[in-house]
């Protein structure tokens, strides 16, 4: 491990400028505990949706609205942002030039695009079914978690675009270079949520 | 019966959504008390603008107090909002007191919707913008100091924090002005706050407000972990930290995890109401028990943010009076985390009726049960920190041991709700509220007040008047106990919570006891802005410009009083706890720096009240659906957030020869001074230097 | 630094096995829902379990989580916020639950 013992893990090493380390870290902490807190609400929308999951009144159920290709689909884009987010942060570590992180970062700018547009398809799906969160407990439960998480990716791909603009107008300097990291937490956390999302909402939905 | 005026423009606003307007059209006494407080807000609100601008002081304020970064003086902030907001709701205490005097089998003055309105404002401003605001100042302010840091890790999310508070308070005005509050209560149960029961302005006054005043809290409690966590001077371990600082950590900890829930309950309960979701509604699937659930997962750690800052207070007032080491430091910090963590284990004990099974309600009661022992071992420490120490009565001292006494009697009354039999008997009796003000008044008030008077000199360079400060812990202490100990028989004895009339003749000799304690807490509050007006008046003869007016051992009052800017001229390095103590009995308390450095301090920012505004003008927006002032108000919030993203000019360089000329002049006043003792503590011969026996 | 490009190269393979980890873990959730591998309870709780599983792999190879120094305070408070959320969700789970049966 080359990595020097205390630094943040994802620290560009070409600049060991001690001050701005700890920025960075104290930075990065500061995120990861937003983070946390957001996860409290994620899980407590969890909860929710596990205690409404059966509360149909008579109304679409899981296994009638869900249906297992798209969430598939869907999962392996995120998934695959996820990785194309992580060779923007090798690139953006290591130096390379600017056009490099600029495209994978619009790569996974597109597949998070791509991930809100199959979503959004999804919704729309449901509620040409009748499913809409109106008509019953379970589904305002589906459509507080599931559209939640679609929010949160919709701001990171705003985020995305923000990023993309700076690194054109200041290069990677060190705002920039913190920026773009709290994005790969905010990113990766998202990955992480959604693997909680198609087990319990999901795949939990359409197991016979 | 009140059409809207202009939907397209204005929402579901009409003519009879004004006070003045009902008023006019019922002139019941209910409705002028209404009418007259609309009045006040708009008054005052105009008021203060005429006389600023008549100063010409706007830009002053624009510089040094809306737009800085400064944790100092957004700890002073959120304390005025405290002393405004602490105002308001006291007045509408001593309303819902006097209408239960005057309404046994009468109709009293206050009509049954304005009473609800009344217990449904005051418990949210207590809680939300008045004991909130008060121990987040207090945190911002002495916090930094304590750990030998120039201000907290995220400045300008603190401003932020600030300013979506007072944003959230404004709001709460505005609402005596325009419309009508929550008559649900402070913690808003479903289905009565749903479209079917509620679907007036005033339950959506209640969830915006409560949001955005809970989205600030989250940050503030990101943002003091992080301080504490990455920001300690060299030297200052966790273990050498004040007690404040334990406190304040542990509370920033419960800040970031108990108000997500409260963000879930109050979003969910929107979504049921803008969006005709289920989750909480009567028909359709919903489950109004989950909000309970939800609400109480919030509320309980909340009353543990409320008390740990006060109890912080506390060991640092208590060890400096007593001129003696704080007792048990290691078991104070671990009673403080027990505390902490145990907070998320009993918030069942809220809802014990709701109907869970007795098992249940068991684990609960005994987790509640075990909750009052660390606190426990706190008061054993405190009173050891006493025993054979040399106890000076100050105002701040008056209030710790009043809070010794009165909150122990309060956690005994906790203990019985513990049990869930007996909690079937008193839950949401009067008992129920004896106990919870008897927590919170000589728990959290008294402990704010004790700071307030402690902290300061420090903040203003000049002591707050002492007897008037007596004075006025005299009529806090008779009116808690004349206001409180009543309703704990009133409870006993059957009387509900938040009832606008009585039918009970045997409950009236109790409930005049309790007016009279009431009228004795608004003379509390009055000698308290007596106490700060005459302070100020006779500042000149009180200065403690060297900053160590009580002899006392954290880094804090090691420097001015009022401190620089950037708060310590060099950091300090720290050798064990009481730092400062430590320096004094060495003989080198004000080490002379070799060299003075620039400093690098965060440049102002119009962000933070900018997202103020915005944020209440978007929660304004959404209570009268007014989409399209919802609508841009998030949208100039986000471009905000974007734009600020953009500024690449974070700091303002304090030039070393600036700083040197700052320290010099304070050093000329160390050098004038003489050191006092302890005797002479009250008078004007303590200009804030020590006199301390070398070891 | 000469050593740069095998850093990169090495920060990649993480990347690249995370990934391929992960895609392992979905496939074989989707697939035991998708062809049902045994009964109801079984396999959903292999759902969750290979969901535990990848969330921990998404920690390791995409956040840098490890059990090293560098990430300590970072895993520290991961692990308090998941006892903090273990505890709200499982109370609520039990509670309502039980409310659920006694009121049917």
Known sequence: MSAVEGIHPGLNLAHPHAEAQAETETALFGFWVFLMSDAVIFALLFATYGVMLHATVGGPTPSGVYEIGPALLETVILLTSSFTFGLASIAMKHGAPRRRLLGWLGVTLALGLAFLVLEVRDFLTMFAQGATPMRSGYLSSFFALVPLHGLHVAAGCLWLAVMMVQVVVFGIDERVRINVLRLGLFWHFLDIVWIGLFSVVYLQGLIR | MNAPLWPAVFGRFGWMDL??????????????????????VVFGGLAVVVLVTWLGRWGYLWREWFTTLDHKKIGVMYVVIAFVMLSRA???????????????????????????????????????FMAMPFLTGAINYVMPLQIGARDVAFPLLNAVSLWLTAGAAGLMMVSLVIGRFSTGGWTGYPPYTELAFSPDVGPDYWIWAVTLGSIGTTLSGLNFAVTIYKKRCPGMDLMRMPMFCWTSLCTAILMIFAMPPLTVATALLALD???????????????????????????????????LPAFGVYSEVISTFSSKELYGYTSLVIATMAIAVLSFTVWVHHFFTMGQSANINAVFGIATMAIGLPTGVKIYDWIWTMFRGRVRFSVSML?????????????????????????????????????????????????????????????????LDETWGRISFGCWVAGFYLAFMPLYVLGAGGMTRRSQAVFEPAFRPWLYIAGIGALVLLCALVTLFVQLWVSIRNRESTRVPVGDPWNAGGLEWSIPA?????????IPTVRDRDPFYVEKEAGNAYPRPKRYEPIAMPANSMTGPALGVLGAVTAFGLVWHMWWLAGLGLAASIATIIARSFVRDLYRIVPAAEVGRIDRRWRKEIDRAKPIGRAVEGTPANRGLAEVEAA | MTTANGEAARETRTYAIGYLLALLLTGAAFGAVYWQVASAATVFGLVLGLGLVQMIVHFRFFL?????????????????????????VSGTLVILFNLHHRMM
Do not use: C
């Open chain 2, 19 to 40: 006070p003045f307007v009902r008023a006019w059209q019922d002139p019941s006494v209910s409705e002028i008390i209404g009418a007259g407080a609309g009045g006040l």
């Open chain 3, 64 to 88: 840098h989580i490890t059990l090293g120094k560098s990430s300590r305070a970072d895993l520290q408070l991961i692990l308090f916020s998941t006892l903090i959320i273990v505890l709200m």
């Open chain 2, 562 to 570: 009022p401190p620089p800017e950037y708060n310590f001229a060099v």
């Open chain 2, 273 to 307: 109401r803008y969006l005709g979701f289920h989750f909480f509604t009567n028909d359709l699937g919903g489950n109004m028990m989950n909000y309970a659930n939800l609400i109480w997962l919030f509320g309980h750690p909340e009353v543990y943010i409320l008390i």
């Open chain 2, 399 to 463: 209030y710790s041991l009043a809070f010794m006494m009165t909150f122990v009697l309060g956690g005994l009354t906790g203990i019985v709700l513990a049990f869930p039999p007996l909690d079937y008997l008193v839950h949401n009796t009067l008992f129920l509220v004896a106990h919870f003000h008897n927590m919170l008044i000589p728990g959290l008030l008294y402990g704010m007040l004790a700071g307030y008077n402690y902290w300061f000199p420090k903040a203003f360079g000049f002591r």
């Open chain 2, 90 to 128: 006291l007045v509408e205490a001593v309303l819902m007191r006097m209408q239960q005097a005057a309404a046994i089998n009468a109709p009293g003055f206050v009509a049954p919707d304005h009473f609800a309105q009344l217990f449904t404002t005051h418990g949210s401003i207590m809680i939300f």
